[in-house]
Nanobody, 127 residues
Framework: QLQLVESGGGLVQPGGSLTLSCAAS????????IGWFRQAPGKEREGVSC????????KYADSVKGRFTISRDNAKNTVYLQMFSLRPEDTAIYYC????????????????????WGQGTQVTVSS
């Protein structure tokens, strides 16, 4: 079965850190750009970060720039999202999505035609 599985979410205090993982099952991520998205209660899904299939291009939403870092380890077939200095407004379900090709670029546009989506992992930032 071809799927993406997110993990690493949880409850963390403001100012804390979490690292999310996006692992592929049934296919290799080598040829896929990966995007991270999030959806808070009552809000639309928004793009957070992305990384090209080469790993040479990354993008971040202004709201997370300087606090989040995206990376990939193709040997482990996994993409990571390191989140630092977390704020209550970062609370959301976080999803990863895979977009075939895009060797030099990536997209955080929710409307793009991604090939696979994960089921999401909950991140709650609260004291």
């Amino acid at each position: 079965q071809l799927q993406l599985v997110e993990s690493g979410g949880g409850l963390v205090q403001p100012g804390g850190s979490l690292t999310l993982s996006c692992a592929a099952s049934g296919f290799t991520l080598d040829y896929y750009a990966i995007g991270w998205f999030r959806q808070a209660p009552g809000k639309e899904r928004e793009g957070v970060s992305c990384i090209s299939s080469s790993g040479g291009r990354t993008k971040y939403a202004d709201s997370v720039k300087g606090r989040f870092t995206i990376s990939r380890d193709n040997a482990k077939n996994t993409v990571y999202l390191q989140m630092f200095s977390l704020r209550p407004e970062d609370t959301a379900i976080y999803y990863c999505a895979a977009d075939h090709g895009r060797y030099y670029d990536c997209s955080t546009d929710v409307g793009d035609d991604y090939d696979y989506w994960g089921q999401g992992t909950q991140v709650t930032v609260s004291s």
